[in-house]
């Protein structure tokens, strides 16, 4: 697939999966695996293209 994330918001991507994949940890009970919604954004940063943004034709990369 296309790049399609440029790179600030790639930057925002992984810290925002890490921060949410931080929740499995610090959390108890069922609500603690909310967090793995996580890997959303933590994939996406990491391989530079999101499905969604192909499917709205939004492009953030600048190259």
Same mark, same amino acid.
């Given at each position: 697939?296309?790049?399609?994330?440029?790179?600030?918001?790639?930057? =925002?991507?992984?810290?925002? $999966?890490?921060?949410?994949?931080?929740?499995?940890?610090?959390?108890?009970?069922? =609500?603690?695996?909310?967090?793995?919604?996580?890997? =959303?954004?933590? =994939?996406? $940063?990491?391989?530079?293209?999101?499905?969604?943004?192909?499917?709205?034709?939004?492009?953030?990369n600048k190259s």
């Amino acid at each position: 697939m296309k790049k399609n994330v440029g790179q600030v918001d790639r930057w =925002i991507r992984i810290i925002v $999966g890490i921060a949410l994949l931080s929740l499995v940890i610090f959390l108890s009970g069922g =609500i603690r695996w909310i967090g793995l919604i996580g890997l =959303i954004p933590l =994939i996406t $940063g990491l391989v530079g293209t999101c499905p969604i943004y192909s499917i709205f034709k939004i492009n953030t990369n600048k190259s």
